[in-house]
Structures are given as C-alpha cells and as structure tokens.
C-alpha cells in the first residue's frame, strides 16, 4: 500500500452532486453520512472508524475493478447519459428553487467535533487477515435514504458483499422486493394501478410514507440465511431492515432467470432445502452450486483469493452440517459426510478433523468412499502421518482393487519399491497360475510359499513359466544367475549433503525390482530381498468363479500401478483410479526447463509448422489402435521408452506376454503387442508372428500388426498383412473386418494415394474392388452401394446398442464422405478431400450419440478422436482455415473437455501470437472447471504456458494445478514444480517455500523429499537438510544409507588425509 493510502483523509464522496462545502464550516461531510445528532459517542466513533477502514478496503480492491469493467460496458453508457440529465435537472432545480440550495450551518466547536468523529490512524491489522471489519465493535444502525448513495438519485446503492459494504448498479429485476413471497390482497386503488399498466413511468414514485412502508412490509418472509446463496453480486441484500424503495416495486417484476441463472438457480434451491429439509439431492445441489458462485466471481487473469475461498468452505460446510441434520437413511448419510468431511479439512485445524474421523469409524465400516476420503486425509497430514499406520489402513480394506493398488502404490513411494513389485508378483501369480487343486487359501499360500522361496523366474521375469508349471514338474526350478552389484556413482561434489543424496538415489534405483538371496549386494540391506512373510499379508485370492470378470480390473490395476495408462477400462473404479492424484505418478517427459522471454518477432506460420504435444504424458483419451501404433506422428497412448521408465516398461512387457501365452488373456494381446513396439518399434514382427499362430482368427490382431508394421516404416509388409486379413474376413461383414479396411484406406490416405484410398473403403462392400492388381476404378455406383451399406449396418448397430461395432461403420462413412463428396465449402487443394462433408457426417453421428444417451460412451469419443485426426492431415495437406479448425475442435471438447488430442491440436492450430491467448480461455472457461478438473489437464496447461507464456504465467499455472482438489497431493506435480522454481533465477528464492508446501502434502514421497538434497542443497542450510532426513527416518520410509553415519564417515576421510598432509 502507498503513502498516501496509508494516510487518513475525509474526502467527499466520489457519487456526490451537491455544492462545495462553505469555508465557515470546520467539518468535512462523511461519506453516506445518515447518523443522527442523538446518537451515542461511542456509536459515532465506531461508525466512523468502520468507514474509514471501509475506504481503505475499497482502496485496496481498486486494483481489481478493471478486471470487470468490461461486464459492464453496456450498462455503462446508460448510465452516463443519465447522470448527465440528472445533473442538468438537479442544476436547473437548485437555481430556480431558494428552498432547495443548501443551508450553511454555523461552525461546530472542535470538542463537539472531536466527539462525534474520530479519525483512526492505527486502524485495525486483522482485516488484512479476515479481509473485513469486526462488526460485533459496530454499533447497530440503520441507512437512511435506502441504501442509495448521497447525492444520487439514480440506482446506486450500497449493497453487501460477504462481510463487505460496496457500491453497484442496481438494474431492473435486482432489488430484493422482487424476491420476497407477497400476499395477493384486494386493494381499493386496484383500478388506478391498472390504468398504468400499459406505460412504463418516466419518473420515479415519490417515497411512500413510514408507516405505510411498515405496514407493507410486515407480513413479507425472512431473506435466505446464508449471504452466499445469493451469489457475489448481493444488490439485493443490506444490512438495514427498509431499504427498500418504492421505485424498485414495478421494475422488479421482471423475469430474474434472464439477468442472473446462477441467482436464480441459488434462490430456487435455498427455497427448496427450506420447504423440504429432507431432500438430500436439493442440499447436495445448493452446496455443489457454491463451487459455480465463487468462480462466477473470478476471471482468466484474478482467480479468488484465499479468504474468499475459505468463506465459501465455510458457508459449504454448514449447508452440508444442516443436510446431515436431516438425512434419514445411512445411504444419504455417506452422500453428506463425503463431501462434508472434505470442506471440513479446508475450515478446521488438524486435530479436529483426526477427533471428526475418529467419531465417524462406524460409518467408515459400511463405506469405501468414505473411507477413501479418511485415507486422503490421513496420507496429506503430516502431523500424524507414519507408514506403519497408513499400511495399516490400507490392509483393513486390502480386499478392494482400488485399495489394493493405493497400498502397493504408497509402499513404492515410501521407497520400499522391491517390496510393492514383489506384492504384484506374487498376487498375478496366485490368481493367474494357481494350480487348479487349490482352493483353500491355507495349501495355496504354502504351496505359493514354496514356489517363491524357490527363487525360481517369476511372472514379470524372463523365461518366466508360472507357479503352475512349477508344480507341475514337481518343485524343482532353476533360479536364475545371480546378477552383480553394479557400483555406486562417484560425485566429484564437495557438498557432502549431495555426495549421500547421490548414494541414496543410486541405491533406490536398483531396488526397483526385488533381488535373490544370491545377488552381490544384498547382505548390506535386508530389504533387497522379498521374502514371502514380507509379501504375504498383502495376498488375497480372487475366486475362480468371479475370475473371469474380473480379470480385465487386475490387470489395468497393476498397469496403472507400473506407470502405464488401462487398457480396458471396464468398470468405474478404473476410471477412478486412472484419476487418482496419489495412484497415478505422472510422466517425466515433461522436463522442466529455463524459459526465455517470448521475443516477440516469432513467425506464426513457423510455430504453426511445429507438430503438436504428440509426446504429451499421460494422455487423456479413449484407447484405439490408432494411438497404440502411432509411430511418430501422432499421439502414442503409451509413453515412450526412456531411463526413467525402462524397468517398467520391461515388467509390463514380460507381464502381458506371460498372461497372452500361458494364461491364454486373447483380450490382452493387441495390449502385449503394444508394449513390444514401446520397446523395440523395429522388433514387432517375431512377437506378433507368435500371437498371430495362436489367435488366428483375431482379426484386430492382425490390423494391430499391420499398423505397427507401417509405423515402423514398413508400408510393404504392411499392405501385405492387410491383404491376407482381409483375404480371411472376405466371407464375414462384421466390425472388425470392417475396421481393417478403414486402416488399410487411411493408410493409403497418409501416403497420398487418394484413389488407393477411395478403393480400399468401397472395396469393404463390394468383392469386385478387392484385387490390388486388376481393380476397376471406383465409380458413383460403388461409392453409393457403399455409403449405404455403411449406414444401414451402422443404424442397425446404434439401435442394438453395439457401440464399439458402430465406431468402425461410422469412421469408414467419414472417409468415404472426405474421399468422394462434392462441393466442399471449405478451402481445397487436389491433395486434399472434402472436409466440410466429412465433418457434417460427424456432427450428425455425433448428435445421434446424445440423442440415445451415449454422449459420455468411450465410441463416442474414439470417433471424434478420429474426426480430430482427419482435421489435422487435413490441414498439413494444404490449405486451410484457423478459425473453422479451432470452432470444430471447440466443439469436440465441449464433448469431453479432458481429452489431450483435443487440447493439444486446439494449441497448434491457436498459433497466432495475439493478445488474445484462446487455449488459455479455453481450458479456464471449458477445461479446468471443477466438474472437469483433472491431473492430465493441469499438466497441460503448464505445458502450455512452457510454451506460449513466461516464468510469471508458467509459475501461476503451477500454483493453480497444486491449489486443486484433484492434484494437490500430486508428487510428481509437486517435482515438476520445485524443479521449475529451481531452474528459473527470479523463482530460485522461493523454491525451498515450494518444497515445504510439497513436504506437507506429501510426506510418504521419498523422492519429494530427496529433492531437498539433488535440487534444492545449494540452497538450504545443514541444518535444514539434516532436518528433512529426520523426518524422512521419523514418518517410517526408506532410508538406503543413513546419513549420520556417512556424514561421519567423511569427517574421518578428511581428517585422515589432513594427516598425511
């Protein structure tokens, strides 16, 4: 704050029409001046000093109004226009009128001036803190003139906002008459009021007198109890009982839903809790529609401030208190004390909330999600956290899939990874290969016992054959050959602190798969080995009734637990899960780095020309063999190979082909296939040849091959294997063979070969075009045969409710319409086809999804994934228009605002170098809604500011994704970050706050903790580091080599060598 806010002044208000004050008088006029001579010293001095902290409050939020300025444009120039005449009016009135100048009183002496203002030059230093007045000090009264600002005559009028008194327009529709129930009664000048219906007044009424105003106002209900219902902008509510005028009666009859929907729908749902308590659904609405009331108030560039999102935590958590008041069945109960007890932790300290979970044990019983929320708690507290205790939360649930996975994720990021890996081992191998005599959990854990500790290759490992095999052939087994201890790294460092932190990492970095009794190493750290009494508590068998179903669950719970995305996605706990901020570890291809100021004479043709995030880590989207062999030049939807993932990548790839092969999971291997082309993309055809001779007739198989083949560049073998799996699905109309020949046509497309192309996707209809040598050209009769056959089955299969074998029919009639229709009303080029009709079929398929209540379903999205792809060959083809590619992909997120291809073409196509950033609006007002809001989207976004924005814009986009429910406990978010401030010289001072916010929200990551010592030693004192590696130790995790005694260690080095020295 200036000087000159600092200093006290009595100014005359800015809204004032009225003469300049004579030179007799001593005494300044108080702003909104309506206090009585008769009222107490006490009661003006307080008066007084709550005005003055209100003009600096007001001050202070000065800075902030232009940021809404441009809302009220409109308005702005009426209102204008009528202060004018209302000057002129009030001029021409007070020189022809004596009675209406003003009259000078006689000066006051000082000591009667000193009493009743006092001027407060301390102020009060907790309304910074609580952001207003303490107004249990104020005095209570009453506004004269009903709220309407001195010196007006217009509709400014002071209003509350939360605990704050403002000035706003007060605009038709807005007073708070119009929202009151009124009794219809007989009035006796009803003819008189009727006779002015048919004309809108020009002046207002004259003010009705007192008591009839009370009389009126006598029999009108009670304003809603909660100043948040209302919204932020409250013209309608004050703090004085009649401030109502009668001007506002006739004008506040208009329709409120046309000025204000998110007012209207808050006064709506506080009437329907009113009326009926013991609607749940209605409680749950108005306390959801806070959410929706607090963003209303902020824009792109002032996000709400702390206080004010503390407020609506508040105002949440006592609708949510009043809800649970009136819940009568224990369902409603677990739907209240869900999100009750998650706003509970932003209002109340830590001790409450343990004291508020401790009360609630019984109905954590009967409810997972409940007691999921206790467990998120419980891991994000750092005053209670500790291993031990959060295992011990973990296996009290141990036989959920989702707590199964939490427990072995939270172990691997303590640092006991072996331990977490072996537990995933052991558990795919007792319910993919038990034996089948055993049944009882007894014999199959010793059996499992002897298998295990036989140290035999297990599933997961090379040459790997399964317990099964193993007992099978009698117990026996040959381990495999003891691996050697590769060496530590040797720092060059000085810093002691990051020559251990180097040792540390090194170590953990070999306990990312769990070793044998007869490996070098492990005689110094006993955790190196898994034995089966480590693993066994963390075992339950799946039975083999319920095997089958839930198998596809497993195996996308343990691919979510090695760093990959689902792959089938078959109940919503996957779904759940694959948004989990502390299941999901997020990707490392994202490195942060320095950023440069933007120079701001970039070509944006030369940005455009970069391809998209095609990299972009973790994808958001729908699996299809489209983004599973991608090759390069699209988005892959497993991400790429590197150090960082190789040893898990290796797991999964021996994982999936242990459970293809010996387990006979066809479902899996398009999956296994994948993960093979992930490792090697040149080493596809040996494993696929494999799968293809034991699933022969798996035609997505072989157009899973085909397309691996052409993305490793191979387009020959690639034509050949789509030609032989077409060749064997000639006699069979189903999806699958009709997906081939949509893949075989746009690869064809992607090569240029537009009339290949166009004989590829009728050739799917009719035999006559199926001869790769002595084909005839495609005429208007093949192209019509096969645009309806395309529709027809595709009708028929949108009817069964078939989606997945509608997707294929509705892709192959998107083709054909870009490959043959005419009269295209975009730009074209002849290397290009017919995007506009293209896109209408979309549209139209599109709106058939949601008219049968499949808007959310995975097809739905694959198809608008592959219209995405269609625009972007489109547009790299020739030319096109920015704006229609923009408006389509606009669309498509409205659809599903998470999807990463959506969000990454919508930023390469926003290529300008405007003002005007619209992927920023976009993902604000679309993207990172709280319905929305997701760790995928914050990745993008910062990435995005990487790119287009600057240190201050890519720090602001790290702030919001951490200040997010749905990412603030995120340790791979919380990396990225410290790692950001790190790098970037302006932000290194404030990267040691950075990694203490990270180490409250993440005391079970030893890697968040480690940064203190790989990133952040330069910058942190000893003590702080020694600090850091004590509570490290204190809260349970792994600890590789204690630092006190290396520290020692190198104490006696030194002074050994100062010895010889």
């Known amino acids: 704050m200036s000087d000159e806010d600092e200093t006290p002044k009595l100014t005359v208000p800015k809204f004032a029409s009225f003469r300049p004050k004579p030179e007799t008088s001593a005494l300044k006029v108080p702003k909104f001046s309506s206090f009585k001579s008769k009222e107490k010293e006490s009661s003006a001095s307080a008066d007084s000093r709550s005005r003055e902290r209100e003009r600096d409050r007001d001050s202070r939020r000065k800075r902030h109004h232009h940021s809404d300025s441009h809302r009220d444009h409109h308005h702005s120039k009426r209102h204008r226009s009528e202060h004018r005449e209302r000057e002129k009016s009030r001029r021409s009135s007070r020189s022809g009128t004596p009675e209406h100048q003003r009259r000078v009183n006689p000066p006051r002496d000082n000591k009667e001036a000193s009493r009743l203002y006092v001027i407060d030059t301390k102020g009060d230093p907790l309304i910074i803190r609580y952001g207003h007045i303490d107004r249990a000090q104020v005095p209570a009264y009453y506004r004269d003139g009903y709220g309407k600002v001195l010196g007006t005559t217009g509709r400014l009028v002071i209003h509350r906002d939360g605990p704050r008194d403002q000035f706003s327009l007060r605009m038709p529709g807005e007073g708070s008459y119009a929202f009151k129930d009124k009794d219809v009664r007989k009035q006796e000048n009803d003819s008189l009021e009727d006779a002015d219906d048919d004309f809108l007044p020009l002046n207002t009424s004259k003010k009705r007198k007192r008591g009839q105003q009370d009389t009126e106002s006598s029999g009108e209900e009670e304003k809603p109890s909660y100043r948040s219902i209302e919204g932020k902008a409250k013209a309608r509510q004050f703090v004085d009982s009649d401030l109502e005028s009668d001007s506002d009666s006739a004008a506040e009859q208009v329709d409120l839903d046309q000025n204000n929907p998110l007012k209207w729908k808050s006064i709506q749902l506080s009437r329907r809790v009113k009326d009926q308590p013991d609607d749940i659904d209605a409680w749950l609405e108005l306390a959801n529609h806070q959410d929706a009331l607090l963003r209303a108030g902020e824009d792109i560039d002032h996000r709400a401030l702390e206080a004010e999102v503390h407020s609506f935590a508040e105002i949440k958590l006592h609708m949510l208190e009043s809800a649970l008041a009136n819940v009568s069945t224990p369902q409603d109960r677990t739907r209240v004390l869900v999100p009750l007890m998650r706003e509970g932790v932003k209002v109340w300290n830590s001790k409450t909330v343990v004291k508020k979970w401790a009360d609630l044990q019984k109905d954590e019983e009967t409810s997972f999600t409940l007691w999921k929320t206790h467990l998120d708690f419980a891991l994000s507290n750092i005053s209670t956290f500790h291993y031990d205790s959060i295992k011990q939360m973990h296996l009290s649930r141990l036989g959920q899939i989702l707590a199964r996975s939490g427990l072995t994720r939270f172990i691997y990021d303590s640092g006991y990874k072996e331990l977490a890996v072996a537990a995933w081992q052991a558990f795919l191998e007792l319910n993919f290969f038990r034996p089948p005599h055993l049944n009882d959990q007894t014999t199959a854990f010793e059996s499992l016992r002897d298998f295990w500790e036989s140290e035999v290759p297990r599933i997961g490992e090379a040459d790997a054959q399964g317990w099964a095999k193993f007992v099978q052939d009698g117990g026996i087994g040959d381990a495999p050959e003891p691996l050697e201890d590769n060496k530590d790294v040797v720092s060059q460092s000085r810093d002691d602190y990051r020559r251990w932190a180097i040792i540390e990492h090194s170590q953990a970095e070999k306990a990312r798969m769990p070793a044998r009794t007869m490996d070098e190493g492990t005689e110094d750290d006993p955790f190196r080995v898994a034995m089966f009494s480590d693993i066994e508590p963390l075992l339950f068998i799946v039975p083999r009734s319920v095997m089958q179903v839930l198998q596809e669950q497993l195996v996308d719970a343990f691919l979510i637990f090695a760093g990959f995305p689902p792959t089938f996605r078959s109940n919503t706990w996957t779904e759940e899960a694959l948004h989990d901020q502390f299941l999901v570890c997020s990707s490392k291809t994202q490195e942060p780095r320095t950023l440069n100021a933007p120079s701001g004479d970039e070509d944006p043709v030369e940005i455009q020309r970069k391809p998209p995030a095609f990299a972009h880590q973790p994808l958001c989207v729908s699996q299809s063999p489209d983004i599973l062999f991608s090759g ?65 007739t798996n035609l997505d198989l072989y157009g899973a091959y085909a397309l691996a083949e052409s993305a490793s560049g ?144 995975p097809a739905h999205e694959r198809v608008l994934q592959f219209a995405a792809r269609l625009l972007y060959l489109h547009a790299t083809r020739g030319p096109f228009r920015r704006a229609y590619l923009l408006d389509q992909l606009k669309q498509f997120l409205v659809c599903f605002p998470r999807n990463s291809i959506f969000l990454a073409l919508f930023e390469w196509a926003d290529s300008s170098l405007r003002v005007i950033d619209e992927t920023r609006t976009l993902l604000y007002e679309t993207v990172l809604t709280p319905a929305q809001d997701c760790l995928g989207s914050r990745l993008f976004a910062i990435h995005h500011e990487m790119e287009r924005g600057n240190v201050n814009t890519t720090k602001a986009a790290f702030e919001h994704a951490v200040s997010s429910d749905v990412c603030k406990s995120n340790t791979g978010l919380w990396i990225k970050f410290i790692q950001f401030c790190s790098m970037q010289r302006e932000l290194r001072p404030k990267a040691k706050d950075v990694l203490f916010r990270a180490l409250r929200q993440c005391p079970w990551s030893k890697d968040v903790m480690m940064e203190a010592f790989l990133t952040l030693n330069r910058d942190m004192e000893s003590s702080e580091l020694k600090g850091v590696f004590e509570t490290m130790a204190s809260k349970g995790l792994r600890v590789h080599v204690d630092l006190d005694e290396f520290l020692e260690k190198r104490r006696n080095e030194r002074r050994v060598q100062k010895g010889r020295g």
């Open 714 to 857: 191979s387009h020959d073998v690639a034509v050949k294997v789509f030609s032989s799996a077409t060749a064997l699905a000639s006699k069979a109309s189903t999806s699958s063979a009709f997906g081939l020949w949509r893949r075989w046509s746009w690869m064809e497309l992607e090569l240029g070969d537009k009339k290949a192309a166009t004989q590829r996707i009728c050739a799917s209809v009719d035999d006559s075009l199926r001869s790769l040598d002595q084909a005839p050209d495609v005429s208007s009769t093949h192209i019509l045969k096969a645009h309806q056959g395309f529709s027809s089955r595709m009708n028929d299969f949108l009817s069964a409710g078939e989606l997945d074998h509608a997707e294929p029919l509705i892709e192959c009639l998107v083709l054909l319409s870009y490959l043959t229709a005419e009269g295209c009303s975009e730009p074209t080029s002849d290397s290009q086809g017919n995007i506009s009709a293209a896109i209408e079929v979309i549209h139209k398929q599109s709106l058939e999804f949601k008219r049968r209540g499949y808007q959310a379903s």
């Open 632 to 696: 390069g030049e699209w988005f892959s939807y497993l991400p790429e190979r590197d150090g960082s993932n190789e040893v898990e990548l290796n797991l999964a790839f021996n994982v999936t082909k242990q459970l293809v092969h010996s387990a006979n999971f066809e479902a899996l291997a398009e999956c296994y296939l994948a993960l093979c082309a992930a490792w090697d993309r040149t080493g596809v055809k040996k494993p696929a040849k494999a799968l293809l001779k034991r699933y022969p």
